[in-house]
């Protein structure tokens, strides 16, 4: 193995070491000790269908809701006023676990790419002779 070869082996290998330490960092991200919940919490406004109301004319009815797929079927769950706050945090909660999941399998995905280039730059073929050629 020539001085290049052992240099640039010695840069995968550091890149390698920085992107395994940043997967411990999204790791740490991605398993929180408070509770979380799935599903988005925002405010919906509607229409309550009855022809004399005051949503007939634009002013539509708000309700704090949280919804997500259950079983393959869209859900929506209404939120009283007192739960709110805590909704909120639980839905944010898990927000941030999916993106730290989805970082993480970016992340592992080019630790493994890194770790086959190392594994590139190592490799030696063996045996180092030729075969021997056919008869005929």
Known sequence: ???????????????????????????????????MTPGSFYLMRRKCGKPYCRCATGQLHPAWVLTRSEA?????????????????????????????????GKQTAALLALADQLAETQTIPWPDRQPPPPIH
Do not use: C, D, I
Request: no cysteine; net charge positive; hydrophobic share 30%.
């Open 1 to 35: 193995m020539n001085v290049a070869t052992k240099a640039g082996s010695q840069r995968l290998r550091q890149k390698l070491w920085r992107a395994y330490q940043t997967l411990g960092r999204t790791l740490r991200a991605m398993t929180p000790e408070r509770p």
């Open 72 to 104: 393959g079927r869209h859900k929506l769950y209404s939120v009283p006023k007192e739960e709110r706050p805590r909704v909120r945090r639980l839905a944010a909660a898990y927000r941030r676990y999916q993106r730290a999941r989805s970082r993480f």
